[in-house]
């Protein structure tokens, strides 16, 4: 059975951090790409951050650029995102996805993140 399961979300006020997990089982992790999106309120799901399967190469949407990071352990199966200087437009529920192209789309349950002014 396909799992990912976020943590690390919270409240925080703007400016600080918070590293996003998502541990994954039930498939071949090493074979996926690994991705964050994120949903605020009234607003489209949009990708933050992508990262392929060896961790070589990653993407951000232009709004994260240079405050956030994505990494992958392949060995523990997990994804992360590091987030710094948060700020409150960074509010949002943010999901997990791990892609393998024309076959598999996986997504998580979703971690709240809400940054306090």
């Known amino acids: 059975q396909v799992q990912l399961v976020e943590s690390g979300g919270g409240l925080v006020q703007a400016g600080g951090s918070l590293r996003l997990s998502c541990a994954a089982s039930?498939?071949?992790?090493?074979?996926?790409?690994m991705s964050w999106y994120r949903q605020a309120l009234g607003k489209e799901r949009e990708m933050v951050a992508r990262i392929s399967t060896t961790g070589s190469n990653t993407n951000y949407a232009d709004s994260v650029k240079g405050r956030f990071t994505i990494s992958r352990d392949n060995a523990q199966k997990t994804v992360y995102l590091q987030m710094n200087n948060l700020k409150p437009e960074d509010t949002a529920m943010y999901y997990c996805?791990?892609?393998?192209?024309?076959?598999?789309?996986?997504w998580g349950q979703g971690t709240q993140v809400t940054v306090s002014s």
């Open positions: 996805n791990a892609k393998r192209l024309r076959y598999d789309d996986y």
């Open positions: 039930g498939f071949t992790f090493s074979s996926y790409t």
